[in-house]
Nanobody, 119 residues
């Protein structure tokens, strides 16, 4: 069974940092693109960052470039999202996603972790 389990969400003040983790099991980690989406209240889910496989350029949503960094630990089948200089507009539920090819395919999803940034 394929599982993606997120952790690391929480509440912080603007300017703070959080690091999200996504533990992946049940699939060949190196064969999938892994990334993060988020959904704010009343808004559509949007892509935040994606590490493509086969290897390609890492994607970041324009509004998070320079503040967020995606990384992976292949030995632990875990993907991270380091989020610095957080803004209230970063508030939302963050979802880990795994997919063949583009992250947009969204083959597998985690349950989500809440990030709340207060001003």
């Amino acid at each position: 069974e394929t599982q993606l389990v997120e952790s690391g969400g929480g509440s912080v003040q603007a300017g703070g940092s959080l690091k999200l983790s996504c533990k992946v099991s049940g699939l060949s980690f190196e064969a999938y693109s892994i990334g993060w989406f988020r959904q704010a209240p009343g808004k559509e889910r949007e892509g935040v960052s994606c590490m493509p496989n086969p290897l390609g350029r890492t994607y970041y949503k324009d509004s998070v470039k320079g503040r967020f960094t995606i990384s992976s630990d292949n030995a632990e089948n875990t993907v991270y999202l380091q989020m610095n200089s957080l803004k209230p507009e970063d508030t939302g539920v963050y979802y880990c996603v795994a997919a063949r090819g583009s992250c947009l395919r969204g083959d597998y999803w985690g349950q989500g972790t809440q990030v709340t940034v207060s001003s």
